[in-house]
């Protein structure tokens, strides 16, 4: 585990202002395209055109979209995981969502009676 010490300063992870870094660092972005847009699109799809095509060919401008939404979200949760070394969990929550994930998701939801009161109403 990290010691308070021994955490990552800034520049370890990919800036939350990806926008601009791909105007300014292509490999932090080709990181961000790799981790994030690859998942986006599908990793079969992803692969198989890869440096073999051009972006535009295989992913929408939705597609990035997507995928930037995704880490901003996100974002401040991750950096928060990867200072403390804790992978699973987070007191941080995404800035848009509030919800998806085990740890995120409310006590209650995982009750049957919930479960089925919820279902009911959609």
Same mark, same amino acid.
């Given at each position: 585990m990290l010691e308070l010490d021994d955490a990552p300063d800034a520049d370890f992870f990919i800036p939350l202002s990806i926008v601009e870094t791909r105007r300014n660092s292509t490999p932090l972005y080709i990181d961000f395209f790799n981790m994030f847009v690859a998942n986006v699109v599908g990793k079969k799809t992803f692969e198989s055109h890869c440096w073999r095509q051009k972006a535009s060919q295989f992913v929408t401008v939705s597609d990035e979209a997507l995928a930037l939404l995704m880490y901003k979200n996100n974002y401040e949760r991750w950096t928060d995981m990867g200072k403390n070394?804790?992978?699973?969990?987070? &007191?941080? $929550?995404?800035?848009?969502?509030?919800?998806?994930? &085990?740890? $995120?998701?409310?006590?209650?939801t995982k009750h049957k009676k919930t479960k089925r009161l919820l279902a009911k109403h959609r």
């Open positions: 070394d804790n992978w699973k969990s987070s &007191a941080v $929550q995404p800035k848009y969502t509030s919800g998806g994930n &085990a740890c $995120q998701t409310p006590i209650a």
